[in-house]
C-alpha cells in the first residue's frame, strides 16, 4: 500500500489493492482522472498550462503533463502500462481549474484548462463523467485503487467526493 503524490505535471498510474494517486493544492492547474473498471487501474494528471506550444522540446519531453495537449496521451500510455486500453471505457473525472490570482480573469488559465482538456478528451471517445471544476477555490485531489472513489478537500469546505 503506496500513495503516489504527484507535483504539477506529473502523472501516475496504479492498480495496486491499498494505493492511492494524489495531487495537492489546484489552483488554475487540473487533476484528470481516468478509471478503467475493466482493470481497475486509476491514473491522474496534475495539468498546469492548456498548450504545450509556449515551451522548449526538453520541457514537454521532461514533464509532458505540465501542458494538456501533451498530458492526456502521456496518462493514457501510463494507463496502458498498467493494462487498461480502451479510451472508451474509462470513466473520466475532472478538477480544479479555478481563478486564484487573476480576479479580473485577464489570462483565464483555468478556464482555457479545463476546454483544452474536455477537447482532448472528447477527440478521443471520452468525457467527464463528473467534475468540480471553476470557483474560486483551490482543491487536492486522491483517488484510490480499493474504492475508484474521487475525494476533494479544500480549507474551510471540507471533503466531498465527485
Given at each position: 500500500m503506496s500513495t503516489n503524490i504527484l507535483g504539477i505535471g506529473e502523472f501516475g498510474a496504479s492498480r495496486t489493492p491499498g494505493d492511492v494517486v494524489k495531487t495537492l493544492g489546484l489552483g488554475s492547474c487540473v487533476a484528470v482522472v481516468l478509471l478503467d473498471p475493466a482493470t481497475r487501474t486509476v491514473g491522474m494528471v496534475?495539468?498546469?498550462?492548456?498548450?504545450?506550444?509556449i515551451a522548449t522540446p526538453d520541457d514537454i519531453k521532461r514533464l509532458p503533463g505540465r501542458f494538456a495537449d501533451t498530458a492526456i496521451p502521456a496518462?493514457?500510455?501510463c494507463m496502458a502500462r498498467h493494462g487498461a486500453v480502451k479510451c472508451e471505457s474509462m470513466i473520466v473525472k475532472?478538477?480544479?481549474?479555478?481563478?486564484?490570482?487573476?480576479p479580473k480573469n485577464t489570462f483565464n488559465i483555468g478556464k482555457r484548462?479545463?476546454?483544452?482538456?474536455k477537447k482532448l478528451l472528447w477527440e478521443r471517445g471520452m468525457g467527464a463523467r463528473s467534475e468540480d471544476v471553476g470557483a474560486n477555490y483551490s482543491r487536492s485531489v486522491s483517488?484510490?485503487?480499493d474504492s475508484g472513489l474521487?475525494?476533494?478537500?479544500s480549507p474551510g469546505r471540507g471533503q466531498w467526493t465527485i
Amino acid at each position: 500500500m503506496s500513495t503516489n503524490i504527484l507535483g504539477i505535471g506529473e502523472f501516475g498510474a496504479s492498480r495496486t489493492p491499498g494505493d492511492v494517486v494524489k495531487t495537492l493544492g489546484l489552483g488554475s492547474c487540473v487533476a484528470v482522472v481516468l478509471l478503467d473498471p475493466a482493470t481497475r487501474t486509476v491514473g491522474m494528471v496534475h495539468v498546469a498550462l492548456p498548450d504545450s506550444s509556449i515551451a522548449t522540446p526538453d520541457d514537454i519531453k521532461r514533464l509532458p503533463g505540465r501542458f494538456a495537449d501533451t498530458a492526456i496521451p502521456a496518462l493514457l500510455n501510463c494507463m496502458a502500462r498498467h493494462g487498461a486500453v480502451k479510451c472508451e471505457s474509462m470513466i473520466v473525472k475532472l478538477a480544479g481549474g479555478a481563478v486564484i490570482m487573476d480576479p479580473k480573469n485577464t489570462f483565464n488559465i483555468g478556464k482555457r484548462n479545463v476546454l483544452a482538456i474536455k477537447k482532448l478528451l472528447w477527440e478521443r471517445g471520452m468525457g467527464a463523467r463528473s467534475e468540480d471544476v471553476g470557483a474560486n477555490y483551490s482543491r487536492s485531489v486522491s483517488v484510490s485503487v480499493d474504492s475508484g472513489l474521487v475525494e476533494l478537500y479544500s480549507p474551510g469546505r471540507g471533503q466531498w467526493t465527485i
